[in-house]
């Protein structure tokens, strides 16, 4: 099956260009393992990658226009080649497939991304019924992968005004959490016509999240919160 | 050289729950605080950790951490230095709660407390019940516990050194720390990092075998820094291999499977682990239950086309079941075996999983070599915490469970202890000039250009020969060969050549860094092996088949140099209680 790679190492290329490899494949193979033998004929071949089972998030990368992480993308996905495989749009490339995610770690960082709680301390666990609970679910999951929001039009416009789909979900993790207790706060901090408003729901985010999580429908609840409380 | 140098009270490298949970320790107290990590913290392998933690709260049951204690103990094969062991178990409560408060998203009982569902070798009453002792969120406790880690840093702005690989220790002309040569990935840029303080919290080495759940990253790199710096590794013949690996490919599927009720079959369709282990079955430890699958292949009665692997059983609990207590290892069988294990069993064989050795260090996170006085003199400076030391609280063989635990328990109190060991020591010690130039020789390792070997290549073999020679079951013969064929490829990395030397993100370079570190824990390995002439946990010897306390209830400890083992004695006095003597190990 033939392979199309994005190479671009800023020490010796002038600019990028797409390189060809044919790489035989078998059932069962997954993308990453396409990565690892192109990387085993040319070791100057830069990728990231680690757990090899989606869970660590670090093989984001775009396939035939579509971010996809690779160690869960089985090749059989792909019945006929070629397969194009770019780094992330949107984000400086660094090297080959290695891109800047910067901004990206700012906007989750900006979200205060952690619990707030004003009660005192408990001396055991704080509680939570499983109905409580099951609301996380969907929102938790997230590995920081930057599929979603390297993927969205409008974080590829305003990547440092608009917080993207994955802060957005993020921020929605811990106002739907029952344990948290700064709603007014953090509704407060996501103000203004950019850092939420800027989603226009093209939906990239949910085709692109390899977790089949869903920022857009984080975002509408933020959203009908928001409203909910300016009424 | 002309290079970056920078100051800091306190370097923490590895940014797993160790590391993490020493950082946010340290950065609460307004120290400067930096943390080293090759990768982004949150794809740290701590992420990768399913089941879940053990901590006696009695959510679901009445336990008590005494009984935790006995069944680590027991567990640990009474290797386990049982002061270390009584203080992680009594931790464990506070600390579990700690991390809930922090906003770890546990599952939860209808009662609104933690949800805990039973896992291997645990027991109420010294050995009776099944116990009831794991705190889960889902089947991605890890994930849940990391995260909330990262964003606690966050909070309490931690200084990340994000993507910076770190090359070797520095030390004074005594041998104390006094911090590390890095490198910045990015640029491939040396850095000096200077900390009256340093932590070691660089994970495991589940690199060194071909088959193994560990992540591409677990490459030994602290205990290489360690061993390269005079400290020895400690108990390093004991890896544990997870009994239930997804079948040829090595990735993890929970013990929660079995602790929700699953079971393990043979081609015959015969539940096998009540013949090995009567009474706990399925959720016995862990060495017993992988000596087990291997015995079943070996004789005959693995299922599939070649009869090498056996079946895990969690359809008949139902596919709500299987949906809301083990969604992770449901998606992952289903992307890589194409079997949703909500209808249909899935094929199992053991993976090199856990180092139980490492690092030596005290229970308060220090770092202790034979020096002068004693087998457990500290190093000055140096810090070891998570599955790159050994406290030891894992002993011959770890419990499921214990690991976060272990990682959390003494990430913090390593964060502690240096709070005082700062009050202590004001100042920076002097790096030694010789040890500024064997780091930096490192640094330029592989800078040689011309035609050699590639990484690739023997990195390939070296993994083959691991899992080969260092594998469940070990004979003299075989650990003999293996000695020599490290060794051999030991030799030849000195003609390992990259043909690629430039600077921007040069993953081959830190590959060849890797490669080097993999092989000096490799070669501990299979050393503290061959020579342990008993069979205890994870090491088993069909030439040695019982357990000798009289000869071997004691850490191996080896040195790089001159490939050297020394022993010291297993602490068998506990803090407050009486001890566990040894006993047959039957479950």
Redesign the interface.
């Given at each position: 099956m033939e392979f199309r790679i994005y190479r671009y190492n800023p020490d010796v290329d002038q600019e990028p260009h797409l390189q060809t490899f044919e790489v035989e494949t078998d059932r069962g193979m997954m993308l990453r393992d396409v990565l690892l033998e192109i990387k085993r004929r040319d070791e100057s071949f830069a990728f990231r990658h680690s757990c090899g089972e989606g869970v660590c998030g670090s093989d984001g990368v775009n396939v035939n226009g579509r971010n996809r992480l690779a160690c869960i993308t089985p090749v059989s996905d792909y019945r006929k080649g070629p397969v194009v495989i770019r780094p992330f749009p949107g984000r400086p490339v660094i090297r080959d497939l290695v891109v800047d995610m910067s901004d990206f770690y700012r906007q989750y960082h900006a979200v205060d991304p952690w619990l707030k709680r004003k009660d005192p301390v408990p001396e055991q666990e704080s509680l939570q019924t499983p109905e409580e609970r099951a609301r996380l679910d969907g929102l938790w999951e997230c590995i920081l992968c930057g599929c979603c929001s390297t993927s969205c039009p409008s974080f590829w416009w305003n990547p440092d005004k608009f917080l993207g789909p994955q802060a957005l979900l993020s921020s929605w993790r811990f106002l739907a959490d029952s344990r948290d207790q700064a709603e007014e706060q953090r509704l407060d901090d996501l103000d203004g016509p950019y850092k939420v408003f800027r989603c226009h729901t093209i939906m990239n985010c949910v085709d692109a999240c390899p977790k089949h999580l869903n920022p857009t429908q984080a975002i509408g609840h933020i959203r009908n919160l928001m409203l909910k409380k300016s009424v | 050289m002309n290079m970056i140098r920078k100051n800091f009270d306190v370097l923490i490298i590895g940014a797993g729950g160790a590391g993490l949970n020493a950082a946010v320790q340290l950065a609460k107290a307004d120290l400067r605080v930096a943390v080293v990590s090759k990768?982004?913290p949150?794809?740290?392998?701590t992420?990768?950790a399913q089941g879940g933690v053990n901590a006696a709260?009695g959510n679901v049951d009445d336990d008590s951490w005494h009984w935790h204690m006995f069944d680590t103990v027991k567990g640990s094969d009474y290797l386990g230095d049982q002061d270390a062991i009584e203080f992680m178990c009594r931790e464990a409560i506070p600390t579990?709660?700690e991390l809930?408060?922090?906003?770890v998203?546990?599952?939860?009982?209808?009662?609104?407390?933690?949800y805990q569902r039973p896992f291997g070798g645990q027991s109420r009453h010294f050995g009776k019940e099944q116990a009831t002792r794991t705190c889960a969120?889902a089947d991605?406790t890890g994930?849940?516990i990391l995260?909330?880690l990262y964003?606690?840093n966050?909070?309490a702005r931690s200084h990340f050194f994000t993507e910076y690989f770190a090359i070797d220790l520095l030390q004074d002309e005594e041998g104390g720390v006094t911090g590390a040569l890095v490198m910045d990935i990015?640029s491939g840029e040396p850095m000096i990092l200077n900390a009256r303080a340093t932590l070691l919290a660089t994970g495991g080495c589940g690199q060194v075998f071909r088959t193994t759940s560990n992540?591409?990253?677990n490459t030994g790199d602290g205990m290489a820094m360690a061993l390269r710096a005079g400290v020895p590794l400690q108990d390093m013949e004991f890896f544990q291999f997870h009994p239930t690996g997804v079948a040829g490919r090595g990735?993890l599927i929970t013990e929660a499977s079995r602790g929700e009720g699953g079971y393990l079959i043979n081609s015959e369709g015969e539940r096998f682990m009540e013949r090995y282990a009567p009474t706990a079955k399925d959720l016995a430890s862990r060495d017993v239950v992988a000596r087990a699958i291997v015995t079943e292949v070996r004789e005959g009665r693995g299922c599939g086309p070649d009869k090498d692997y056996v079946l895990l059983k969690v359809d008949h609990l139902g596919e709500e079941v299987v949906a809301k207590r083990l969604p992770?290892i449901r998606?992952?069988s289903k992307?890589?075996l194409?079997v949703d294990p909500a209808f249909e069993p899935i094929p199992v064989y053991p993976t090199a999983h856990y180092v139980m050795g490492g690092i030596p260090s005290d229970r308060f996170g220090r770092v202790v070599t034979p020096a002068h006085h004693g087998p457990e003199e500290v190093v000055q400076g140096l810090y070891a915490a998570g599955e790159c030391a050994c406290v030891s609280v894992h002993g011959a063989n770890r419990l499921g469970g214990n690991s976060l635990l272990d990682i959390l328990v003494f990430g913090r109190l390593s964060g502690l202890d240096i709070l005082e060991y700062l009050d202590e020591h004001p100042r920076h010690r002097l790096t030694h000039s010789s040890s500024e130039e064997r780091a930096m020789a490192r640094f330029q390792r592989f800078e040689a250009e011309g035609e050699g070997v590639?990484?690739?290549e023997l990195r390939g073999e070296f993994r083959k020969v691991m899992e080969d020679h260092a594998g469940v079951f070990r004979t003299d013969d075989i650990m003999r060969e293996g000695v020599e064929k490290v060794k051999e490829i030991r030799r030849r990395l000195d003609d390992v050549r990259?043909?690629?030397t430039?600077?921007?993100?040069?993953?081959?370079r830190i590959?060849a860094f890797e490669l080097e570190n993999l092989i000096d824990v490799g070669m501990s390995i299979v050393t503290s092996a061959l020579h342990r002439q008993e069979s205890r946990g994870a090491h088993s010897r069909p030439d040695y088949p019982e357990r000798d306390d009289r000869n071997w209830m004691r850490h191996s400890l080896y040195f790089l140099e001159e490939d050297r083992l020394d022993y010291k004695p297993v602490r068998t006095r506990p803090l407050s209680v009486d001890s566990f003597p040894p006993k047959p190990r039957v479950y």
């Open positions: - | 990768v982004f949150t794809r740290s392998h992420v990768a709260l579990v709660y809930e408060h922090n906003g998203p546990f599952s939860r009982l209808d009662s609104g407390k933690i969120a991605r994930h849940a995260h909330t964003q606690q966050i909070k990015a992540a591409h990253i990735m992770g998606e992952t992307i890589f194409g590639s990484v690739a990259l043909h690629d430039s600077r921007t993100f040069n993953t081959a590959e």
